[in-house]
């Protein structure tokens, strides 16, 4: 299993450019996560999804979309790149909760991106 | 304040120290997670748990729940230790709440 995968690795966006990162898992998870990772400050959880064709919003959703129109994929949007939205993106995915129960979430390698 | 703080920030050690990253939070949680960072930047889960203590090789790690508290220890601590260590708190409303991380680099 290659657990959880994002593509691409790393990118360079000019302002005003648009883009679409990629989190593949293929542990049939219900629940995919979309994180940022910025110096000096936690992950931040910038969108989730609980199943198939559900998204909802987190901490820090402006300026970002995603959709989950297949279970085992969660695509993050960015329609107009900002400065500000330089980071390192990680994707997660999990179980999910079951009756009560937590599970852990496993991450992916993470997305460098740099907006210029 | 952040409702995740984790003490020291950095930490140096030689290598066959005792290290020991300490994690306090002030929500109410159903669980609290180590992870661990490479340099190369993939996060791995190390723990969850939501009481007592749990151990795996070299890595233990302890909650306090009612002071809300937590510490990941290393044994025998070795270079390859070096990583960068979050610990996360989940609340009731299952939001992951993360801290910033501690930077241990160990020495041979």
């Known amino acids: 299993n290659a657990g959880v995968t994002q593509t691409p690795k790393f990118r360079v966006l000019k302002t005003g450019q648009s883009m679409t990162l990629l989190c593949a898992q293929d542990m049939n998870h219900e629940y995919m996560y979309w994180y940022r990772q910025d110096p000096g400050m936690g992950l931040r959880l910038i969108h989730y999804s609980v199943g198939e064709g559900t998204t909802a919003k987190g901490e820090v959703p402006d300026g970002y979309n995603v959709s989950r129109l297949k279970k085992q994929n969660f695509l993050l949007g960015l329609e107009s790149a900002a400065p500000s939205q330089t980071s390192v993106y990680f994707c997660a995915s999990s179980v999910g909760r079951d009756r009560g129960v937590t599970y852990e979430q496993y991450f992916g390698p993470g997305t460098r991106l740099t907006v210029t | 304040k952040n409702e995740v703080e984790q003490s020291p920030q950095n930490l140096t050690a030689q290598e066959g120290e005792f290290i020991t990253i300490n994690c306090s939070y002030s929500?109410?949680?159903?669980?609290l997670h180590w992870l661990q960072q490479h340099p190369g930047g993939g996060i791995v889960s190390l723990f969850m748990?939501?009481?007592g203590k749990k151990k795996h090789g070299r890595l233990i790690a302890t909650i306090n729940i009612q002071e809300k508290h937590s510490s990941l220890h290393i044994t025998a601590s070795h270079p390859r230790d070096s990583a960068v260590y979050i610990c996360?708190?989940?609340?009731?409303?299952?939001?992951?709440?993360f801290g910033t991380g501690t930077r241990l680099q160990v020495f041979p």
């Open positions: 929500v109410g949680i159903s669980a």
């Open positions: 996360a708190v989940r609340s009731w409303t299952d939001k992951l709440i």
């Open positions: 748990l939501s009481s």
